[in-house]
C-alpha cells in the first residue's frame, strides 16, 4: 500500500512538472509575440515620422517615380517647339534644367505643355510639380513658393559690324544715339545705366534695326536673345562689348515655383541643381544651346 502511495506521489509530480513547463512556454511565446508587434509598431511609427517629415509634393514625386514640370511652351529660349529630325519636341535651357532636377532627385522627367494662365492652378492643384522661369510676385507667392533666382534678363547694344571696335566701353556711348523700343524694359532702364547717351525710341525692333543699318542711330539697346538672333541673321551687325544686367528693382530674376506649404525638401534640392549648374557653367551652356536652335520667328 505504501509503495503504492509513493507511485502515485511521483506521478502527480511528473504532472505538474508537465504543466509547469507548458505554462512556461506559452508564456515565453506570449512574450515574444508582445516584442515583435510592439517592433512592428515601432517601426511602423517610424515610417509615418519619415513620411510626415517629407513635404506633400515630394512624396507625390517618390511615388510616382516622376516629376512633372508646366511650361507654356512659346517662350524662348527658355522653352519652345522646335522641329527636329521631323519631329515636334519642346526644347529650351529650362526644360535641360528640368532634366538635371530629375536626375538629381533619381526619378523620371515629363514636361507638360498648357496655356500661360493655367500654370499657376495646375500648380495649386498638384497637377505639375513645379514651375521655372517665374519671377517672384506677392499674388503668386500666395500659392507657391520659390527657388533663389536663376537667371536674368541681360542687355545689350548692336551696332553695325564696322563700328563695334569704336564702342568697347560705357563711356563710349555718350553723345551716341541708340534706339529703343517704345514700352519695353530698355525704355526705363536704359537711360538710367547710361545717361550721356541720347535715345531714339520707335515702335517695332524692324524699324529700329533699319535705322542702324541706314545709319540714322548708332546702335540698338536689345535683350540680348533677340540681339543674337539678329547678330546671327544679318552679316552687318554686331553685339558690343557693352552690356547690362538689370537690377533687382528692375527685374527680380526668373525662380522655379513649387507648390506652397510643407515642400522645404523640395526646394533645398532644386537650390542645390541651381547653384551647382550655375557654377560649373551648365545653365549658360543650355541657354547658348537653345538660342542655337532658334531662329527670328521664335523671337517674336
Request: with cysteine.
Amino acid at each position: 500500500m505504501k509503495k503504492r502511495l509513493e507511485r502515485l506521489t511521483v506521478l502527480l509530480l511528473v504532472i505538474v512538472m508537465m504543466f509547469s513547463l507548458a505554462a512556461c512556454g506559452q508564456e515565453k511565446k506570449d512574450d515574444g509575440g508582445a516584442d515583435d508587434a510592439a517592433a512592428k509598431t515601432e517601426t511602423e511609427s517610424e515610417g509615418d515620422d519619415a513620411s510626415d517629415e517629407m513635404g506633400e509634393t515630394m512624396a507625390k514625386i517618390k511615388k510616382d517615380g516622376k516629376i512633372v514640370m508646366g511650361v507654356n511652351a512659346t517662350y524662348a529660349p527658355f522653352e519652345f517647339h522646335k522641329t527636329i529630325d521631323g519631329k515636334d519636341e519642346i526644347v529650351g535651357f529650362d526644360i535641360e534644367l528640368g532634366k538635371a532636377i530629375a536626375d538629381e532627385l533619381g526619378v523620371e522627367f515629363e514636361v507638360s505643355d498648357m496655356s500661360f494662365d493655367g500654370l499657376l492652378p495646375a500648380l495649386a492643384t498638384g497637377k505639375v510639380d513645379f514651375l521655372p522661369g517665374l519671377a517672384y510676385s506677392e499674388e503668386r507667392a500666395e500659392n507657391a513658393s520659390f527657388t533663389k533666382p536663376y537667371h536674368k534678363s541681360v542687355q545689350v547694344v548692336l551696332v553695325g559690324k564696322d563700328k563695334a571696335g569704336e564702342i568697347t566701353a560705357d563711356s563710349d556711348l555718350s553723345g551716341k544715339t541708340i534706339g529703343i523700343l517704345k514700352g519695353a524694359v530698355q525704355e526705363k532702364t536704359f537711360p538710367a545705366h547710361y545717361p550721356k547717351a541720347e535715345t531714339y525710341v520707335l515702335g517695332k525692333i524692324p524699324d529700329l534695326i533699319a535705322a542702324l543699318q541706314s545709319g540714322r542711330i548708332d546702335g540698338v539697346c536689345l535683350d540680348y536673345v533677340v540681339a543674337s538672333l539678329y547678330e546671327k541673321y544679318n552679316e552687318d551687325l554686331k553685339m558690343s562689348e557693352i552690356q547690362y544686367e538689370l537690377t533687382d528693382e528692375e527685374d527680380a530674376g526668373s525662380c522655379v515655383l513649387v507648390r506652397k506649404d510643407n515642400n522645404e525638401d523640395l526646394i533645398e534640392v532644386i537650390n542645390t541643381v541651381l547653384d551647382r549648374v550655375i557654377e560649373n557653367g551648365d545653365l549658360e551652356k543650355w541657354e547658348e544651346d537653345a538660342i542655337g536652335l532658334m531662329d527670328m520667328d521664335d523671337i517674336g
